[in-house]
């Protein structure tokens, strides 16, 4: 069973970092029908659908809002997914989901969506004020 659990999230000034991880337990790709590393970050706001911000494959995604901000990276030693956030706007607020175990070559086709992705954590609440 695969269980993912975020961490990280704060309350910042605009300006402000913060990292976000994610401790992902029982996900594997090989020799599955995707066979491939696929994880990503998301984040929602109240009265909006839920968007991706980050992937990662064997290569790194983002969205154009967080592009030279934001980076995504992977310890596989420790089994974690990791979202370093800089410049931190308020825009940004939301709460931050990780997810794993998705069709990696869909990434680049067709964006980082929600429906491509098959688990998902909890959720982390990033606030960043004005």
């Known amino acids: 069973q695969v269980h993912l659990l975020e961490a990280g999230g704060d309350s910042v000034e605009a300006g402000g970092s913060l990292r976000l991880s994610c401790v992902v337990s029982g996900y594997t790709y090989d020799g599955t029908k995707y066979n491939s590393y696929c994880a990503a970050w998301f984040r929602e706001t109240p009265g909006s659908r839920r968007e991706g911000v980050a992937a990662?494959?064997?290569?790194?995604y983002y969205a154009d809002s967080v592009k030279g901000r934001f980076t995504i990276s992977r310890d596989d030693a420790a089994d974690t997914l990791y979202l370093q956030m800089d410049n931190l706007q308020p825009e940004d607020t939301g709460m931050y989901y990780c997810?794993?175990?998705?069709?990696?070559?869909?990434?680049?086709?067709?964006?980082?969506?929600?429906?491509?992705?098959?688990?998902w954590g909890q959720g982390t609440q990033v606030t960043v004020s004005s």
């Open positions: 997810a794993v175990n998705c069709p990696a070559s869909s990434i680049p086709e067709i964006g980082i969506m929600t429906s491509l992705f098959g688990n």
């Open positions: 990662l494959t064997t290569e790194a």
